[in-house]
């Protein structure tokens, strides 16, 4: 590819960005009519975050979308944010931020690459085909001189892949790993095909608990697209609101979030719901990628035992098997997930820290993080709930 000029540049609106352009980079794949990879990068999932009130003035997420051009074209882009505060990131840095502050520097504002409020796997240098060897470095270059040029402490590039993890450390960021539960799936043709490579116990197990669930004195519906009506996102709401009050105190989406996702997102939806006497009184909200079901959001106004296994978990891996999608990611922590099939997976993230001593410091810390969460993953797994020989197991 010739020398080019590039050029980077800051928007602190997506309205300034064409749709058409910002999604080229960010799911070239869905060009003719695909469904997106990571759907949490798209032009419409960040800007019903912007448009909702969920991000901008007052959230502590200041928009300052990121762009590279080259000939008159963009070739490259990334979700970047101005921070206030570590809150709704997944990737804990409250700690760094105290022993900085103790020592007299200032770590906020920093400047954060990462979908809001969303612990999910997915690209964050979004760039065009054919532009990654040199769209890929203008956009980390690019914000790593916006912090330097502001005076800010740090710049954090969350849940990225791994291959821009190494890429990431290779320009001089620093890497971390972290870990979450997902289920991957080995071709099963239903959820039996599951179940039948578990150990006994835990098979047991789960079929007890989803007969428990299903007897809840309802029914379970599992809506998509046009199936998804108002009615549904009010109830939501009420169960959204019920959970972000009991974990965060203040929930981090707006009421406009939902409204704005039935007009625009409902198709990227699998919304789950636990229906009793007519009203829904529990439900898990998805995201649906092209080979990856998102869990991300529950709640419920009534208590029913193991429901919320059956509507997290249960109901998502039957909806990956059912549509051929390779893997499930429900969300951050939970060691429970582990007994229930969702294996531990590393996650990773990048750092860069103004400060040289302070860089040293964390440095130092994170490869010892790095081993403890390979030595935490290598023990999880032989501790899964698989079974540890081909020999056959009563059913």
């Known amino acids: 590819m010739p020398s080019t000029e590039i050029t980077v540049e800051t928007h602190d609106t997506l309205s300034a960005i064409a749709a058409a352009d910002w999604?080229?980079?960010?799911?070239?794949?869905?060009?003719?009519?695909?469904?997106?990879?990571?759907?949490?990068?798209?032009?419409?999932?960040?800007?019903?975050?912007?448009?909702?009130?969920?991000?901008?003035?007052?959230?502590?997420?200041?928009?300052?979308?990121?762009?590279?051009?080259?000939?008159?074209?963009?070739?490259?882009?990334?979700?970047?944010?101005?921070?206030?505060?570590?809150?709704?990131?997944?990737?804990?840095?409250?700690?760094?931020?105290?022993?900085?502050?103790?020592?007299?520097?200032?770590?906020?504002?920093?400047?954060?690459?990462?979908?809001?409020?969303?612990?999910?796997?997915?690209?964050?240098?979004?760039?065009?085909?054919?532009?990654?060897?040199?769209?890929?470095?203008?956009?980390?270059q690019g914000a790593m001189?916006?912090?330097?040029?502001?005076?800010?402490?740090?710049?954090?590039?969350?849940?990225?892949?791994?291959?821009?993890?190494?890429?990431?450390?290779?320009?001089?960021?620093?890497?971390?790993?972290s870990q979450q539960f997902h289920w991957l799936n080995d071709g099963y043709a239903d959820f039996d095909a599951f179940l039948a490579q578990l150990s006994a116990r835990k098979r047991k197990n789960i079929r007890k608990e989803r007969r428990a669930a299903q007897g809840f004195g309802g029914q379970i519906v599992e809506l998509t697209g046009d199936a998804i009506r108002a009615e549904h996102w009010d109830a939501f709401w009420r169960f959204y609101q019920d959970t972000g009050a009991r974990k965060w105190g203040t929930p981090y989406l707006t009421r406009d979030f939902f409204d704005i996702a039935q007009e625009t997102l409902r198709d990227d939806i699998l919304l789950v719901l636990a229906i009793r006497e007519g009203a829904p009184v529990a439900g898990a909200l998805n995201m649906i990628g092209a080979q990856t079901l998102f869990g991300r959001y529950w709640g419920c106004i009534e208590d029913h035992p193991c429901l919320h296994f059956e509507l997290c978990y249960y109901r998502a891996i039957d909806y990956a098997i059912a549509h051929g999608m390779a893997r499930v990611e429900a969300g951050a922590q939970g060691e429970h997930k582990l007994a229930r099939g969702y294996m531990p997976t590393p996650t990773h993230s990048l750092h860069w820290l103004a400060d040289a001593g302070f860089r040293d410091a964390v440095e130092h810390y994170l490869k010892a993080e790095r081993d403890a969460v390979e030595e935490d993953i290598d023990i999880l797994t032989d501790h899964g709930p698989f079974r540890k020989t081909t020999l056959e197991e009563p059913r």
Request: with cysteine.
């Open 145 to 177: 001189q916006l912090a330097q040029r502001n005076g800010l402490s740090s710049l954090h590039v969350t849940f990225c892949t791994e291959e821009e993890a190494r890429a990431g450390a290779d320009l001089g960021l620093l890497a971390r790993t």
């Open 23 to 140: 999604d080229a980079c960010a799911c070239p794949e869905a060009a003719q009519g695909g469904r997106a990879r990571d759907p949490f990068t798209t032009h419409r999932f960040l800007k019903a975050l912007e448009d909702s009130g969920s991000v901008g003035a007052g959230s502590g997420w200041q928009p300052l979308y990121l762009t590279a051009h080259t000939g008159g074209r963009m070739i490259a882009c990334a979700p970047l944010y101005a921070k206030a505060h570590s809150q709704g990131e997944y990737i804990f840095d409250h700690n760094w931020a105290h022993a900085y502050e103790r020592a007299g520097g200032r770590y906020y504002p920093k400047l954060q690459i990462a979908v809001p409020f969303t612990p999910a796997t997915g690209r964050r240098f979004l760039v065009r085909p054919g532009f990654e060897e040199i769209g890929r470095p203008a956009l980390a």
